[in-house]
């Protein structure tokens, strides 16, 4: 074959590929996959640079991620939300931890009833007694003694049921975390951020919490796959 038909035959060649290649990207992405599938492999990537005018940015696969750089801040994360409010709700009415209230409130209760009926007796005994009575004093020293017992009771009832509620919300809280670190492992979620959704209504809320309310809305738009608060309530197996 001369030389002449030679340059013929490439020329014809780079016109039909450059057709294909045309074609491919009008006619869409099935098209352009069956192009691109007669072409040669070009192969795995070690990194994409992209430029501009005066600089340009190395894309790297680093550890599964898009990376331009070598921080970790440098990295593309996928990213969750999880309205945690709404499990701690269902884990604080569960059994295992309102039963533990119920008998904390059960043993106080007792306690109270129990003051306020020596309470009652202390005054049906003092209806009548006159201020100038010897035993007015003592009277009135046993009557500090009960308010000083009842004011007993009810600050060690406060502050037990205070440290109750820590420690529950706190362990609430720890389930709720290792339960969203199973989830994000299973679905590959690099950040899950805390969020209440835009469609809870501020029914029964006060202005201030409606305040407190909207501030707490980190999030005012996002995809719905991005919420994965029923995934999380599942492997948590809550009502």
Known sequence: MQRRDRML????????VLNLIVLGSIAGPRAYAATSAWLDDL?????????????????VATEGRLAWGDDEANRVYSVGFVHV?????AIMQSDSYADIRAE?????TE?????????EDFQERVQGIDPDDPAFEGLAQEWEELNGRRRMVEEEASRTYSGLLTDQMTSAYRDIVNAVEVVSDRRDIDIVLRFI???NDFQGMSPDQ???????????RYPDGLDITDDVIEEMALD
């Open 210 to 220: 409606i305040g407190q309310g909207i501030l707490s809305r980190v999030a005012l």
């Open 9 to 16: 035959v490439t020329a014809t060649l780079m016109v039909g």
């Open 85 to 89: 409010g709404r499990m701690l709700d």
């Open 43 to 59: 192969g795995p990537a070690a990194k994409l640079t992209l430029t501009t005018d005066d600089t340009s940015v190395d894309i």
């Open 111 to 119: 306690e109270r009833d129990a003051l306020i009926s020596e309470i």
């Open 104 to 108: 904390m409130e059960e043993r106080f």
């Open 197 to 199: 959704p835009t469609s």
